[in-house]
Each structure stands twice: as structure tokens, then as C-alpha cells.
């Protein structure tokens, strides 16, 4: 076997080995043998630069800090979800969506991740560019943070050209390693895990987001030319399909008494997760119905975000601390 042909297939076997540890999280490998054969790809490469490729497992962590981030226009808005603060709240809103469909509307229910939205476009399956929400309209370009995400593909198999959204997040025992680097150096602790996550994302050098440990949960569409599924419970199926992370925990619910079990399942059960959630997010199902409910100025006629009620903060961290 000659050189590039064994970069490839040491390729092939990091990608396999990072899939299956950061989006399935069942590791087939230990990191000894993982980290072997990045060492022999890195300096198989290092004797044939002209073999680098972007996409190589080799490449996640970019070199120089950049100077500022460049501006995305999003040619889709990324727009915000109303909220909802009881049952009370979720009912009407249930009962706007049925008087605007006229038929009975069945809803997928999420985990709220308290991240922040991202959306990452892929171009004939490789990942081209990463960006923040912004103010919905214009967002910016982190392509360089996201790819130290080892959750997120830099290359997807089926070659499709895609735009998912998603959050980013910093999972608990992250941030509590980084709030206790922080408290070791004397530096001012990041006061939650949204926050940390954010400030991670904007360094401007990427080795520093490489070492927050983010992770993400992909959850929708963006620009998607070939899209041409029924409904937002099909896109998750895709969206998994297509080797993204995306949160187990979705459901299907066939009435809003569903949804509100759904609510008070996880209202109790939040504290089990290792990521903050901030509430539920609930989705018109069917895709055409959601075309036809359509969109306030703010945000979407068809979802809607339970939150839940604000806990005493202090208590919360210190619950995480106990269940790490
Ligand atoms: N934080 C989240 O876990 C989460 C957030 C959003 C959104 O912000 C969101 C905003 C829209 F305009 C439309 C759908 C959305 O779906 C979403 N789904 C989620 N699971």
C-alpha cells in the first residue's frame, strides 16, 4: 500500500472512531489506539503536505488566531420561538394552531438546549461554513470554532448539500473543569454553561474553543434545495442519518395532553441530564402545515417554547456539582 493510500484509509478509521465515540457515544477503540493512528496520519501528512485535505480528522484545530469574524448573511433568518410559561399558555397555543389548520395537528416535542444556535452549511457533503444566529438576519462566521467540535462531521458520505441548525453547548462536566481552571488562575468563573459556551465559540483563537470540549445538537433545516421530507420528525430521522448528533430524547406527541405529560416528565427529570435545558420546545409536525401557519415578524406561528420556571440558581449549580 503506498502512502496516500494509507492516508486514506487511516482516515477513514479516525472518522469511524470520532463518530463513534462523540455522536453515538460508544467508542469501539481506546484513545491509545485513536490517538496512534492520528499520530501516524499526522506525520504521513507532515511528509506529504500536498496530501492535506480539509476534511482530514488531522485538521480540526486551525492554525493562527483570526483578527475578527467575518459577517454571514443567513438566506433563511434564524428566527426565535415565543414562549410559553404554563399549561395554560400551552393550550391556547394549541388551540391557535388547530383553529388555523381547521384539522387536528399532531406536534414533536424537544429538549430546549441552553446553548446557542449555530448553523452549519455543507456543500456536496463537506462542511463550508459554521455561523451564530446573530440578529437573526446576519450572523458570524466560526467556521474554525465549529470544526473543533468533534461531534460535527467535516464531511458527510451521501455528498449532500445541506444547511442544519442546531445548539451548541457546553456539557456540565465541561464547564465545571472550566469554571475551576478559571478559579485555579484566579479568573472571573463564567456564571452558567450558555455563557461559557458563547464566550468559547467567539476566541478568536481556535485552539482555545478546541479545549472548552463544546458539544452540539442538531435540530433543523435551513437552506436545503433537495429537501423533500413530509415532516420535522422525518428530518430528525435524516438529520441523524446523515452521522449529525441529535438529541435522543425527541418525541412524538398526537395531542397537547401529550405534550403537557411530555413537559412535566422532563420538568422533573432535567436534573438527570449531563447539558442545561431551559425548557421544551414543541413543533407542528407536518411540514406543510407549518407552511401554512408561517411566521410572525419575531418568529414561528407553528413552534413554541415551554420555559421552565427559573429556578434558584445558586441551588442548580451546586445539584450539578453533586451529580457530576
Ligand atoms: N434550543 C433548542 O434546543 C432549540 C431551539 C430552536 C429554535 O430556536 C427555533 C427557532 C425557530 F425559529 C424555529 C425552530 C426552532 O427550533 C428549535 N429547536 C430546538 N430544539
Same mark, same amino acid.
Given at each position: ?161 445541506? %444547511?442544519?441548525? #442546531? ?5 456540565? +462536566?465541561?464547564? /465545571? !473543569?472550566?469554571?475551576?481552571?478559571? *478559579? $485555579? ?105 407549518? %407552511?401554512?401557519? #408561517? ?5 414561528? +406561528?407553528?413552534? /413554541? !417554547?415551554?420555559?421552565?420556571?427559573? *429556578? $434558584? ?12
Amino acid at each position: 500500500m503506498n502512502s496516500q493510500e494509507r492516508i486514506q484509509e487511516l482516515r477513514k478509521e479516525l472518522e469511524k472512531y470520532n463518530y463513534e465515540y462523540h455522536v453515538l457515544d460508544t467508542p469501539s477503540v481506546s484513545d491509545y489506539e485513536y490517538d496512534k493512528r492520528m499520530q501516524e496520519l499526522v506525520s504521513l501528512e507532515e511528509e506529504y503536505p500536498e496530501l492535506i485535505t480539509a476534511d482530514s480528522p488531522s485538521q480540526r484545530v486551525g492554525g493562527k488566531p483570526l483578527d475578527a469574524f467575518e459577517k454571514v448573511q443567513h438566506v433563511i433568518p434564524m428566527l426565535s420561538l415565543g414562549n410559553a410559561f404554563n399549561e395554560e399558555d400551552l393550550r391556547d397555543f394549541d388551540k391557535r394552531v388547530q383553529d388555523g389548520i381547521g384539522e387536528q395537528v399532531s406536534y414533536v416535542c424537544e429538549l430546549k438546549i441552553d446553548g446557542l444556535a449555530i448553523s452549519l452549511r455543507y456543500e456536496d457533503g463537506l462542511f463550508v461554513q459554521g455561523a451564530t444566529r446573530g440578529d437573526g438576519t446576519t450572523g458570524e462566521d466560526i467556521t474554525v470554532n465549529l470544526r473543533t467540535i468533534r461531534s460535527i462531521p467535516l464531511r458527510m458520505p451521501e455528498g449532500e448539500t445541506i %444547511e442544519v441548525r #442546531g445548539e451548541a453547548f457546553m456539557p456540565h +462536566r465541561s464547564f /465545571i !473543569a472550566l469554571n475551576e481552571a478559571k *478559579e $485555579e488562575n484566579g479568573e472571573e468563573p463564567f456564571a452558567n454553561p450558555r455563557n461559557a459556551a458563547a464566550g468559547s465559540l467567539r476566541q478568536l483563537d481556535p485552539k482555545i474553543a478546541a479545549s472548552r470540549n463544546l458539544d452540539i445538537f442538531l435540530y433543523g433545516v435551513g437552506q436545503w434545495d433537495a429537501g423533500e421530507l413530509e415532516s420535522h420528525s422525518e428530518r430528525l430521522e435524516y438529520l441523524k442519518k446523515l452521522g449529525f448528533k441529535t438529541n435522543p430524547e425527541w418525541r412524538k406527541c398526537a395531542t397537547i395532553e401529550e405534550v403537557i405529560a411530555y413537559v412535566q416528565e422532563w420538568t422533573e427529570a432535567r436534573n438527570q441530564l449531563n447539558y442545561e435545558i431551559d425548557g421544551i420546545v414543541i413543533k407542528v409536525d407536518h411540514l406543510d402545515q407549518q %407552511e401554512e401557519l #408561517g411566521f410572525t415578524a419575531k418568529g414561528p +406561528r407553528w413552534a /413554541i !417554547a415551554y420555559k421552565f420556571p427559573a *429556578e $434558584e440558581a445558586i441551588t442548580k449549580l451546586t445539584d450539578i456539582e453533586l451529580s457530576v
